[in-house]
């Protein structure tokens, strides 16, 4: 139990817990299927998100072009597919090289110049995002075909989205990763520190490039995942995700200067922030109220879940020292 | 063909600013244990540093097994079957002793992932070795720092090198695990053929298991690959530091039957702390000795309101105050800390020499309208830098580049300058060299005759021998003895002992 | 040796000051209008308020952290502002006060509760964006403040030196100079940098961290909401929607300015020219690619190219002046 | 006298809307005879990337600014600023709210717009039932005019109509989709209708309600996207409240150069009135639903070519 206290998602999942059982006292609604189904979805879109911030926190470093690569590579897919009349496969494979070319750019710049990544992603955020723009002229490409639709529609049983396969897939994956393989500890070493890391024998080189080119392919396939869920390629997809991005791992513990993150816990808390952004809609907040309500429930999630380890977190900087 | 494993030729090694190195020549006998030596700065890190491809030198070659070699990465030398403890500590704070063992090799299972029953039982073979008695699943930053150090230590056995590059292991030790230690050592080279490289500023220690001697002076070589058998102290110190030792001794008469300056009245804390009755008289230096978690660092933090004190009275002067930070504790009771952490909680690694060195005295000598500039700080400070030697190539050097000893010098002198009425020194000559050390000993010793009154809390008994007045002993977060010091090392030392093994 | 090159010539400001200078030369002669009037005029507004969010993004990642809540922050104390003069009719002189007042309130509660709670900045001011720019258009109703004093409005139209230079680019700049007083020649300046690089060193040494990080979110908030009184004087409307939804339009041109400035993200450096040579640089680039009409829905992708380029050819000099100056 | 003409036609960002302009300008280069007529989009939206870009484009030789409102007050400033440096600006597609230095607004009133799709709305549920709306951000103040709007059509109907939900500020697919869904989940059973007065709201709407393949609730949305429009050829949308961008690009560009060459607007032109602004030209807002879905272009050129012929008669007076 002790053991079991100690774990970050052990508090989030007491808060989740609870505040779904308070939700569906009050409406019952939240439980049902369709409502489920819902919140799964958005849930597995954001799950993949969060872990390709999460991969880049872990090495203590942040990646602002997530965004900008889901979305360069949602409108490649569709434009491919559209323009190129290509089949499905081909566009998804092309579309997984692009998030792994923009995160490999990311990581081996980074490594080699030794820039801070924020600054690296932010040009790139400005690249990546500008070709989308280039490219599209802010418009939308609507061809898609069936079976991508119907990716983004149907259930499995019941309630359950086939949309959530792959992000479980990849939420399990990466918990193998950052637990259970060398890599993964290696990249949280190299986050807790950089100098020592180094001293053991950890190739900076690769730990980074690596990381960067996980969360070029991550943020890839939620870019697609979106085009499945939306059935059209916009040019904003991914316009919205830096924040959540972040929320999801911090609020799941994750600290900002890298060597620690938790991949179930920061899956709790993209589900907290789901959850929390439903209830405003099911309980009919008036709409001036609820960014109010949504700054006060995150701000309270995060204090219920930070309690016990409240003095160790006193002053974790954002970044770690280079 | 010579016999030495390990040969370094004529290397130097250039900073920003500084030559660490100059022309240094460095040889390693199979089966001997190589001290290295040399005062704050002479370039020993540096050179260890070199030999396991951590820095590339400017000049010069080096051999290994009679081949040249020049690892361009850490992973090379270690491959090459060089292991190395670092002086910095490098443990991933995060993660378990058993992972951080095994970190450059995790066992793996069938499926290719890593296999935590196995690290914990490798680690804990290594452990075992060591004669540490940890769980391998205790996560390291709730270690103290000295059961790091063996960690590191342990981490570096582990991989069973033939070479063994030590920089400065026991500076955080406790007598009897740098014994159990050396024991260890010595059993290596004999038994498994193990080359070691040595550096500490404990001379005892050299004397006690090292066969060959190389010092370095300002990146060159003093001796090289010297015989210890040919040596004594006095010329050995002279050879690090260009003239004699001086020892020095407290002498001063203390009327112990005078009001104290400082009382501490059954004081229990937070962190476990049972009762602690202290005090502390003007002009005085109080020992305070311990076995490495005996709780002493932490009570002067409760003291200073870093942490809790949950029943008890402070007095000042007799009057009783409430302390309820540092700031406090500088500004208005004029008491200051100088933290045996140097890295983490003495001085700001990233800011430059004068700022570190001018941080306590701001408040004092800042002008209308918080108006403050380099020129008033230097003025300041200046006095004490000069007087401890720090070797610098100016006020404007980042402190992170330089040695660690002249890191602490820096962090001492900081105190120095604030000018404080009562002073808790921890740990101050942890990693600095013995020409340093007696400065600061004497200087300790200059300030308490000055008025000012100073507990001083060491692991090092020689050190707390010479300097206290009165000793009081701590183990286990209580107080468990007071002794006047008579400066008799031999009796004092078996009292205090008896003390804590009662 | 060691002398040859001059200390400003090895840092970040030098390298920007290079780029800025060369980025000048290229658009005055590759396009027409660059150095006209009316674009000096515009430029020297534009700097003004990216230079304001800069510093005020700066002052909190001294510390470490960040002010995800600056826009938000910003917009509330300008409709504040706006509140103040047209529907109060509070005089000019005492409303900035009282904005300015407001706005280091604000900052003053981010700071309070990250260091109080030990939550993290990033979240604490995630929150309170969310909150500040909710309460702002739940007070408002969306509703601009448009009726504001002629004096008012007519500053931020005020053309001075010739007509190419906006006070408001003067006000900027004279921020510069206090913080930059601040930081290198005040205690209280050293004592935020300090407790900002290592604050378990520096509250050991007798500086009170809590107190100087709340200062840091303080002063972040009034720089906010000064950006955001300028920008009142330049649109010459109080208007929510002025730094887009949530603020969020301010969030990037804030941290370009200090990070490419060479204020370092983990706390413990502030560079004040350096940010302002920052916003110098990406306005710049920014007008000069609408200027070359490179189509516009390229430019973002230049201006990454270009950005990207920047810090690359800074990290070269750097690179060679820190070989240049090892002693031989 | 005045030089050729070089309009520049600013949107307000990025959109898909706008994208209409770019021939519209082209085309009436060739048709008027103007020297430039161009499209130039902010690379961000945002009310001061707009501001730098309409500043950069004097500098550009540009002499006439067509300009979307980033923001209905904020944009005035710099309109006045170009009015000083003898340039005419006009609001295009949407208003700025007077005081104004903006020759006149030529374009959709949205307030209105939302009015006249809500009832179309209630006419379709027969004049009673429950209805969401969905509409962006809350800090455009067009968007309050919308909630207005939507409110008095509601109450218009007499108490048969019922407006249960609103929800702002989704302006961002993801965010639409999460809570437009999310919304479906908790009221698609009590919910008998939905107007939506936002680009985005309405397509992840109609989209909604296709893939829950869901045709009792009657949807009224806005603007031409091509999912909004194929869900109302498969019958899940009621219908759309259009606008006419090309007409705006190609009229405005029409009369700036009328401007620029001394004409002045009568003072008896018979302008019309919205919230923002007394000096409206309605660019033509049509209703579209399944019956003349395929045929609206049609409509709207018949309508821009209205517009136009009677345009120098109606509004002008030009110097001979
Ligand atoms: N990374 C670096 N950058 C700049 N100078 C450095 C760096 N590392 C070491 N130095 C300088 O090189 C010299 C030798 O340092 P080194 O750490 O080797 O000394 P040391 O003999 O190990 O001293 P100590 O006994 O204090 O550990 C010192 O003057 C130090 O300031
Ligand atoms: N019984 C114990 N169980 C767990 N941790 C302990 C125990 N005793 C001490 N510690 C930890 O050991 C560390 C060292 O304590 P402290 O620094 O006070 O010892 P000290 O007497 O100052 O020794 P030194 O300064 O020589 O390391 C502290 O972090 C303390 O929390
Ligand atoms: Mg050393
Ligand atoms: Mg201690």
């Known amino acids: ?322 | ?502 | 040796m060691n002398n040859k090159i001059p200390n400003f010539v090895k840092t970040n400001q030098f390298g920007l000051l290079i780029l800025v200078i060369v980025f000048i030369c290229i658009f005055s002669f590759s396009t027409d209008g660059f150095t006209s009037r009316f674009n000096i005029y515009a430029l020297s507004r534009v700097v003004a308020l990216d230079i304001m969010i800069g510093l005020a993004m700066m002052v909190v990642i001294l510390t470490g952290g960040l002010n995800l809540s600056l826009g938000a922050l910003g917009v509330s104390a300008a409709m504040f502002g706006g509140w103040c003069m047209e529907s109060m009719g509070i005089p000019i002189s005492i409303t900035i006060i009282l904005v300015l007042a407001f706005g280091s309130f604000l900052g003053w509660i981010n700071g309070f509760v990250t260091v109080r709670t030990g939550v993290h900045s990033f979240i604490v001011t995630l929150a309170t964006m969310s909150i500040y720019f909710g309460f702002m258009t739940l007070l408002t109703e969306a509703e601009a403040f448009r009726k504001l004093p002629e004096a008012f409005t007519d500053f931020g139209s005020l053309k001075l030196f010739n007509k190419y230079i906006s006070p408001l680019l003067i006000i900027s700049v004279l921020t510069c100079f206090v913080l930059y007083y601040i930081f290198k020649y005040t205690d209280i300046g050293r004592k935020l940098i300090a407790a900002g690089a290592n604050p378990d060193a520096a509250e050991l040494s007798g500086i009170s961290v809590d107190r100087m990080f709340i200062y840091c979110h303080m002063l972040s908030g009034f720089l906010a909401a000064l950006a955001g009184i300028m920008l009142t004087a330049r649109i010459g409307a109080a208007i929510p929607s002025m730094a887009g939804h949530l603020g969020f339009d301010w969030l990037l041109p804030a941290f370009l300015a200090p990070v490419l400035g060479g204020t370092l993200l983990s706390g413990g450096k502030v560079t004040v020219f350096g940010t302002m040579l920052g916003a110098i640089l990406v306005t710049l680039i920014n007008n000069g690619l609408y200027l070359i009409d490179v189509g516009e829905f390229w430019v973002r992708f230049f201006l990454g190219i270009i950005l990207l380029g920047a810090v690359l050819l800074d990290r070269a000099r750097e690179y060679f002046t820190v070989k240049n100056s090892i002693v031989s | ?320």
């Open chain 1, 1 to 322: 139990m002790s053991a079991l206290l100690k774990k970050d998602w052990f508090g989030l999942g007491l808060v989740l817990i609870f505040g779904s059982i308070l939700i569906s006292l009050f409406k019952p609604a939240f439980i049902s299927p369709f409502n489920l189904y819902v919140l799964m979805l958005s849930v597995s879109l954001m799950l993949v998100v969060a872990m390709s911030q999460m991969i880049i926190i872990a090495i203590g470093q942040m990646n602002l072009s997530v965004g900008a690569i889901g979305g360069l590579v949602a409108i490649s897919f569709t434009g491919l597919m559209e323009v190129y009349s290509m089949s499905i496969l081909p566009a998804v494979l092309i579309g997984l090289l692009i998030g792994l070319a923009c995160g490999f750019i990311n990581g081996y710049i980074t490594v080699k110049t030794g820039i801070s990544a924020f600054i690296i992603t932010l040009a790139t955020l400005y690249i990546f995002k500008g070709m989308n723009l280039g490219i599209t002229e802010a418009q939308p490409f609507y061809e898609i075909p069936e079976a991508v639709k119907f990716f983004g529609n149907a259930k499995i049983f019941g309630p359950i989205p086939y949309l959530v396969i792959i992000p479980i897939i990849i939420t399990v994956l990466m918990w193998i990763l950052m637990n259970r393989t060398s890599l993964g500890r290696y990249m949280l070493a190299y986050g807790n520190n950089v100098q020592s890391s180094e001293l053991i024998g950890i190739s900076s080189t690769k730990i980074v490039i690596y990381a960067h080119v996980i969360s070029g392919l991550l943020a890839a396939i939620g870019g697609m995942l979106v085009v499945c869920r939306l059935q059209l390629g916009t040019p904003n997809i991914g316009d919205s995700w830096l924040l959540p991005s972040f929320a999801a791992p911090v609020i799941g513990g994750a600290i900002l200067a890298g060597g620690k993150v938790d991949v179930i816990a920061t899956a709790f808390g993209v589900i907290l922030v789901s959850i929390i952004s439903q209830a405003l809609v099911i309980f009919k907040i008036d709409p001036f109220f609820v960014q109010i309500f949504l700054g006060f429930m995150i701000l309270l999630a995060v204090f219920i879940n930070r309690y016990r380890e409240y003095r160790e977190e006193r002053r974790t900087k954002v970044f770690s020292d280079e």
């Open chain 2, 1 to 502: 063909m010579s016999d030495y494993i390990l040969e370094l030729n004529n290397i130097t090694k250039n900073f920003p600013g500084v030559k660490a190195l100059d022309n240094a020549n460095f040889r390693l006998k199979k089966k001997s244990i190589h001290a290295l030596l040399g005062e704050n700065g002479a370039g020993k890190s540096t050179l260890i540093k070199i030999i396991t491809g951590v820095y590339n030198q400017n000049e010069g070659k080096v051999f290994l097994n009679n081949q040249e070699k020049s690892f361009s990465s850490p992973n090379e030398a270690m491959n090459a079957g060089i292991s190395v403890v670092h002086q910095e500590r490098n443990l991933i704070r995060r993660f378990s002793v058993g992972e951080n063992l095994m970190l450059t090799n995790l066992p793996k299972n069938n499926l290719g992932l890593i296999d935590y029953n196995t690290v914990a039982k490798e680690s804990k073979k290594w452990l075992d070795i060591m004669e540490l008695d940890i769980d391998p699943n205790t996560i390291v930053s709730d270690l103290t720092v000295a059961k790091m150090q063996l960690c590191e230590i342990a981490k570096a056995l582990s991989l069973e090198s033939k070479i063994l590059l030590l920089d400065e292991p026991t500076s955080s030790l406790s007598p009897q695990d740098t014994k159990n230690l050396f024991a260890l050592l010595k059993r290596l080279v004999a038994e498994q053929d193990v080359s070691i490289v040595f550096v500490s500023h404990k001379l005892e220690e050299v004397f006690e298991i090292c066969d060959e001697v190389t010092v370095l002076r300002d990146g060159k070589n003093a001796c090289e690959s010297e015989q210890i058998t040919n040596l004594n102290r006095q010329k050995l110190v002279k050879l690090m530091i260009g003239r004699d030792e001086q020892i020095i001794k407290s002498k001063k008469n203390i009327d112990f039957t005078d009001e104290s300056l400082l009382d501490l009245q059954s004081i229990n804390t937070d962190l476990g702390h049972k009762n602690i009755n202290l005090n502390l008289k003007k002009g005085e230096i109080l020992g305070l000795y311990g076995l490495v978690g005996a709780g002493r660092t932490e009570l002067i933090k409760c003291v200073l309101g870093l942490d809790k004190i949950n029943s008890g009275q402070i007095l000042l002067n007799n009057k009783e105050i409430k302390i309820k930070s540092p700031k406090d504790a500088l500004e208005k009771y004029k008491i200051g800390y100088i933290s045996e952490d140097r890295k983490k909680e003495g001085l700001i690694l990233m800011h430059d020499v004068l700022s570190n060195a001018g941080i306590t005295v701001w408040s004092n000598l800042k002008k209308i309208l918080s108006f403050l500039n380099d020129s008033i700080v230097y003025n300041k400070v200046d006095p004490y830098v000069k007087q401890l030697e720090v070797k610098t190539p100016s006020y404007q050097q980042i402190v992170s580049n330089l040695s660690g000893g002249n890191q602490q010098k820096i962090s001492v002198a900081k105190w120095l300058a604030s000018g404080t009425d009562i002073l808790f020194i921890d740990e101050p000559t942890v990693g600095i060299d013995i020409k340093t050390k007696s400065y600061l000993h004497e200087l300790i010793i200059e300030l308490s005759l000055k008025g000012t009154s100073i507990i001083l809390i060491t692991s090092d008994m020689p050190e707390m021998i010479s300097l206290a007045d009165r000793i009081i002993t701590m183990k286990d977060f209580k107080v468990v003895g007071e002794t006047i010091n008579n400066h008799n090392y031999e009796e004092m030392s078996s009292s205090i002992m008896g003390n804590i093994h009662e």
């Open chain 4, 1 to 320: 006298g005045h030089g050729v003409t070089k309009v520049a036609l600013v949107p307000g960002g990025p959109h898909p809307y706008f994208a209409a302009w770019e021939q519209a300008g082209l085309d009436a280069v060739e048709d008027f005879g103007l020297g430039k007529a161009d499209y130039r989009v902010p690379a961000e939206w945002d009310l001061s990337q707009q501001n730098e870009l309409i500043e950069s484009l004097v500098g550009q030789g540009y002499n006439a600014v067509l300009v979307f409102p980033g923001d209905a007050v904020g944009t005035n400033k710099i309109l006045g600023e170009l009015d000083d440096a003898g340039i005419p600006t006009a609001a295009l597609a949407g208003c700025v709210e007077q005081p104004t230095q903006a020759k006149f607004c030529f374009g959709t009133d949205t307030g209105h717009s939302a009015y006249l799709g809500t009832k179309e709305l209630i006419k379709a549920l027969g004049g009673k039932g429950k209805i969401a709306h969905f509409t962006g951000f809350l800090v455009d103040p067009n968007t309050t005019l919308r909630i207005n709007a939507v409110e008095q059509a509601v109450s218009e109907a007499g108490g048969g109509v019922e407006i249960i939900q609103v929800i702002a500020d989704i302006d961002a697919y993801e965010p639409a989709d999460e809570k437009i869904n999310a919304f479906m989940a908790a009221q698609g059973s009590e919910v008998d209708g939905i107007v939506t007065t936002a680009w985005v709201p309405a397509v992840v709407a109609a989209q909604a309600l296709t893939n829950m393949g869901d045709k009792r609730i009657k949807m009224v949305g806005i603007d031409h996207d091509e999912v909004v429009l194929k869900a109302i050829k498969d019958g899940y949308v009621h219908g759309t409240m259009l606008q006419n961008p090309y007409g705006q690009g190609y009229i405005g560009s029409y009369v700036m150069d009328k401007v620029r060459q001394g004409c002045e607007f009568k003072a008896d032109a018979p302008w019309k009135s919205t919230a923002q602004t007394d000096q409206f030209i309605d660019s033509g807002t049509v209703f579209v639903d399944i019956s003349d879905v395929d045929t609206y272009v049609m409509a709207m050129r018949g309508i821009s070519l209205e517009i136009l012929e009677t345009f120098d008669s109606t509004y002008l007076n030009c110097p001979s």
